[in-house]
């Protein structure tokens, strides 16, 4: 959460600290199941405590404390994939408005 807290201040966009507060308040929820193919740069994925921001068609870029311990970028099938075996799924995907 801090990642995309961190970025959207950079841009000069508010955002709450926690990943679930971030999940409630930010951008439009993209419909459900999510389809990979729709997503685009920018997009939030959420999942149980975490978020990722999507950096283009097939990755992301999240704070990834399983593999790295930093920030990394990651395919986005093989992130869903992940938590999928840890027994989580993708909660949403919401999309933030483009800047005017």
Partial sequence: SAVVQLALAACGIPCPRDTDMQEQALGTALP????????????????RG????????????????????????????????RIHDTGSEVTSVRRLPLPS
């Fill in 32 to 47: 459900s199941p999510h389809d990979l193919a729709t997503l685009r740069r920018g997009d939030l994925m959420f999942w």
């Fill in 50 to 81: 975490h978020v990722a921001i999507v950096r283009d068609a097939t990755t992301l870029v999240h704070a990834n404390a399983t593999r790295h311990m930093a920030v990394a970028v990651e395919s986005i099938a093989e992130t869903i994939a």
